[in-house]
């Protein structure tokens, strides 16, 4: 092989490595002209064409890193056929197997991107299906059981894209599954339950939006019980506090929709507890804030309708308070203005329904401030 090539190669890596696309892609590309003038000499050489497909990939990864997906889907593209003929010419060959795994899971991802979701299915199944044939045919190796789950989170994220929500979860449990037996897979597998606890709540949500609440209480639990986990191993770590919270808060609307008003109360307060630590983690993060405000509204709405009017108000009292802080505070952050509006102008109609016309007021007052202090800054 002409030495130029490993050379070119050589020197694009290291740039790829120093963030320098530019000179990254000129190397890159002169590597690839050396390598495909040695294909067509030799067009049954395998290691060479082989060679050709790594660097249109490495041009594709850089491309894909510079967001440029249009001509990054083009030498994906160009990686992924080279690497199919091949393969079909030697399939027992596990590193072809696997570069031809990995680059049709590159292709599927920047057509996703692309928002080309039909042809990032097809590409994503591709991906498992060549990583599942290199499980089979070495199943000892962990780092191909890996790869496998890895490639059925990639085909989830791509479902959960296409709304496919069961679908998305059906490949985030047989990525699970399949981290559970594999050695040093502990990180990846939170990962798996991560975006498995994101698919139940997504499937709980629709079925909520839909009326459907009996099957949404049940992916809401789903996620629920994952979040729980999560905690207990990470009870630190706000991500897995967050989504405990947030399959808190699922279930306790569900039940308050269903008149289960202890239920609901039980759930509510615990996102509620939850949320107070995270404002306590990170202080004068507006959105953490804004959701302990709106948690305390809920919470406030079901012990009213529990008859625990003191508390109700004692609730209530910590929800303003939080919201008229936030308007005093964050008075250029618009974003966060037109939220509190909204918060406002729901306490206004739950407050006005349950017949407390002055605290309904106090909220009204609250809300044509921000909406003059809107208009002023449109």
């Not at 979040?227 to 706000?238: G, W």
Request: charged share 30%; net charge negative; aromatic share 8%.
């Amino acid at each position: 092989m002409n030495r130029l090539f490993p050379s070119y190669t050589c020197l694009g890596d290291r740039y790829s490595r120093e963030k320098n696309p530019r000179k990254a892609i000129l190397f890159y590309k002169r590597a690839l002209k050396i390598i495909t003038r040695i294909v067509e000499q030799d067009t049954g050489n395998f290691k060479s064409q082989q060679c050709q497909a790594s660097t249109f990939k490495c041009i594709g990864d850089i491309l894909k890193q510079s967001r440029k997906l249009t001509e990054a889907r083009e030498y994906f593209e160009k990686a992924t056929h080279i690497l199919e003929v091949v393969t079909i010419l030697n399939p027992r060959n596990l590193k072809l197997l696997r570069e031809l795994s990995m680059s049709l899971r590159a292709l599927g991802e920047t057509c996703r991107e692309l928002n080309d979701i039909e042809a990032a299915q097809r590409y994503h199944k591709e991906a498992v299906e060549a990583g599942k044939l290199l499980a089979e045919l070495d199943p000892e190796n962990r780092e191909y059981q890996r790869d496998l789950a890895d490639r059925y989170n990639a085909l989830g994220y791509t479902f959960r894209k296409a709304r496919l929500y069961t679908d998305a979860i059906e490949c985030h449990e047989n990525a699970i599954r399949i981290l559970s037996g594999a050695e040093g897979g502990d990180q990846e597998n939170v990962k798996s339950q991560v975006n498995l606890a994101f698919m139940y709540r997504s499937l709980g949500g629709y079925c909520n939006r839909k009326g459907d609440l009996d099957r949404a209480k049940e992916y809401f639990e789903q996620a629920y019980h994952i979040a729980t986990r999560l905690v207990e191993s990470y009870s630190d770590e706000k991500w897995a506090l967050d989504d405990l919270s947030s399959s808190c808060s699922a279930l306790g609307e569900v039940y308050r929709r269903q008149q289960e008003f202890e239920s609901a109360l039980r759930f509510c307060d615990q996102a509620l507890k939850i949320e107070q630590r995270l404002v306590a983690l990170d202080p004068g993060n507006c959105n953490l804030e804004l959701d302990l405000a709106y948690s305390y509204s809920i919470a406030a709405e079901i012990l009213s309708r529990l008859g625990n009017d003191d508390m109700a108000q004692a609730y209530e009292e910590e929800a303003f308070a939080i919201v008229e802080r936030l308007f005093e505070l964050e008075a250029s952050n618009r974003s966060l203005q037109v939220q509190l509006s909204l918060i406002c102008s729901a306490e206004v109609t739950d407050l006005e329904r349950c017949g407390k016309w002055a605290r309904a007021r106090r909220y009204e007052n609250l809300a044509e401030r921000i909406r003059s202090r809107l208009d002023m800054s449109a």
